[in-house]
């Protein structure tokens, strides 16, 4: 059965760190484009970045570019998101998914092109 689990959310600090992970099962994680999105209260979801198959090739919201980083662990079946310098407006729920489209600097990520997704791990940045 395909899943996708994110966990490692959390409350933190502005100018702290956290690292969302995204577990799958049901496929293996190298052979996608995996998107990371947010949604705030009140907000669209948004996306944040997403990290190719082969290559790696990784994207990143303006937003996030500079403080956020994205990985894979193909032993583990696992991408993660490492967040830097988290600032209250940094405050959503995260949700991974697997995609059907590519990831690299100049391809947009969009949501439509996802549909596979996971429950979301909240993270509040707040002092």
């Known amino acids: 059965q395909l899943q996708l689990a994110e966990s490692g959310g959390g409350l933190v600090q502005p100018g702290g760190s956290l690292r969302l992970s995204c577990a799958a099962s049901?496929?293996?994680?190298?052979?996608?484009?995996i998107g990371w999105f947010r949604q705030a209260p009140g907000k669209e979801r948004e996306a944040v970045s997403c990290?190719?198959?082969?290559?790696?090739?990784?994207n990143f919201a303006d937003s996030v570019k500079g403080r956020f980083s994205v990985s894979r662990d193909d032993a583990e079946n696992t991408v993660y998101l490492q967040m830097n310098m988290l600032m209250p407006e940094d405050t959503a729920v995260y949700y991974c998914?697997?995609?059907?489209?590519?990831?690299?600097?100049?391809?947009?990520?969009?949501?439509?092109?996802?549909?596979?997704w996971g429950q979301g791990t909240q993270v509040t940045v707040s002092s």
């Open positions: 998914a697997r995609g059907s489209t590519f990831c690299g600097a100049s391809v947009p990520i969009r949501s439509n092109q996802y549909h596979y």
């Open positions: 049901g496929f293996k994680v190298g052979n996608y484009v």
């Open positions: 990290i190719g198959t082969t290559d790696g090739r990784t």
